[in-house]
């Protein structure tokens, strides 16, 4: 039951260029979405967030837009530098208060090529 | 900056034995979770806490698992009989309500 995919495992991108990583679910009730960031044997970083009532969010070189009609989204880093190697996942939830749950993506794991 | 913590940071146990992984929440948050990554997998829910009862508890969260807040800051998971199937990372993680959940560096159990 995937509820949230991340089509892409991996993807290569030069540095300075710019990564797009794409995200799609399923839960028609998946109100609030977020971009974790993973290096290995470290815990999930939170990256940037967007609720339903927007389309794009901003925060310095990451941006996430949100397309609700067709249940997408998708980060943008602008440029890509080589710390931005990591696994990044996609999580949702129904609401971005509470104790509410977030289901994640599988992940995929960004390159930057220097 | 406030983080949350977990110990220890590896655990290796024999199956059947009982694990307990610890966590230290963020200090005023209120919402408590477990997550778990089994290798090359995503990060899949356990189970959340708040107001020191579960909130919700996934499939995967059966009567082999507890978690408990014994003193107000501590937040710990214990398996009772582990299988080989709950080698895992384990995450811990908390809110404070209208925020994003912040997780620990993790716990690698492995169970032999």
């Known amino acids: 039951d995937q509820q949230v995919k991340q089509n892409s495992p991996s993807l290569s991108v030069q540095e300075g260029r710019i990564s797009i990583l794409n995200c799609d679910y399923t839960?028609?009730?998946?109100?609030?979405f977020l971009w974790y960031k993973k290096y290995p044997a470290e815990g999930p970083t939170f990256l940037i967030s967007?609720?339903?009532?927007?389309d794009k969010n901003e925060d310095g070189r990451f941006t996430v837009f949100l397309n609700k009609s067709a249940k997408h989204l998708s980060l943008h880093i602008v440029p890509s530098q080589p710390g931005d190697s990591a696994v990044y996942f996609c999580?949702?939830?129904?609401?971005?208060?509470?104790?509410?749950?977030?289901?994640f993506g599988t992940g995929t794991r960004l390159t930057i090529i220097p | 900056e406030p983080e949350v913590t977990q110990t220890p940071s590896h655990q290796v146990t024999q199956m059947g034995q009982e694990v307990i992984l610890r966590c230290v929440p963020i200090?005023?948050?209120?919402?408590f979770y477990w997550y778990r990554q089994i290798l090359g997998q995503k990060v899949e829910f356990l189970v959340s806490?708040?107001?020191?009862?579960?909130?919700?508890k996934s499939e995967i969260f059966d009567d082999q698992f507890s978690v408990e807040r014994p003193d107000g800051s501590n937040f710990t998971l214990k398996i009772r009989s582990t299988k080989l199937e709950d080698s895992a990372m384990y995450f811990c993680?908390?809110?404070?309500?209208?925020?994003?959940?912040?997780f620990g560096q993790g716990t690698r159990l492995t169970v032999v």
């Open positions: 200090s005023n948050h209120l919402y």
């Open positions: 967007i609720s339903s009532i927007k």
């Open positions: 999580a949702a939830s129904p609401t971005n208060f509470g104790n509410e749950k977030l289901t």
């Open positions: 806490f708040y107001n020191n009862e579960i909130s919700e």
């Open positions: 839960n028609s009730m998946f109100d609030y």
């Open positions: 993680a908390s809110r404070a309500g209208y925020t994003e959940a912040f």
